[in-house]
Nanobody
Framework: QVHLAESGGGSVQAGGSLRLACAPA?????LAWFRQSPGKEREGVAV????????FYGDSVKGRFTISRDPAKRMVYLQMNSLKPEDTAMYYC????????????????????WGQGTQVTVSA
């Protein structure tokens, strides 16, 4: 079992940036970021797939967020730029070994390990 831990959340004004980090990022895992705000379902934000290393993004964050991993440090990052108030949520790091990363990455059930979350608040 892998105990994931997120960091880097905080409060920022619209248009600002934050970088989230998650560890440990195991090479055998696809690593994803999800977010959830009160009353809403957990939403897939981005993933970096094991093996191929390809990233995929949710439509609402394409062009603004970038996911990356540092194998040497066993870290995965989510760089968030041009933040909007609607990005406000608890952000979770997740790890899994799904064989269909590209098609199933945004499904909560594709991941077996989750962090406790880090809050991101974007004010208008």
């Amino acid at each position: 079992q892998v105990h994931l831990a997120e960091s880097g959340g905080g409060s920022v004004q619209a248009g600002g940036s934050l970088r989230l980090a998650c560890a440990p990022a195991m090479s055998a895992h696809s690593l994803a970021w999800f977010r959830q705000s009160p009353g809403k379902e957990r939403e897939g934000v981005a993933v970096i797939c094991a093996g191929s290393g390809l990233p995929f993004y949710g439509d609402s964050v394409k062009g603004r967020f970038t996911i990356s991993r540092d194998p040497a440090k066993r870290m995965v990052y989510l760089q968030m730029n041009s933040l909007k108030p609607e990005d406000t949520a608890m952000y979770y790091c997740a790890a899994g070994t799904t064989a269909y990363c590209s098609s199933r990455w945004s499904l909560v059930g594709s991941y077996t390990e989750w962090g406790q979350g880090t809050q991101v608040t974007v004010s208008a």
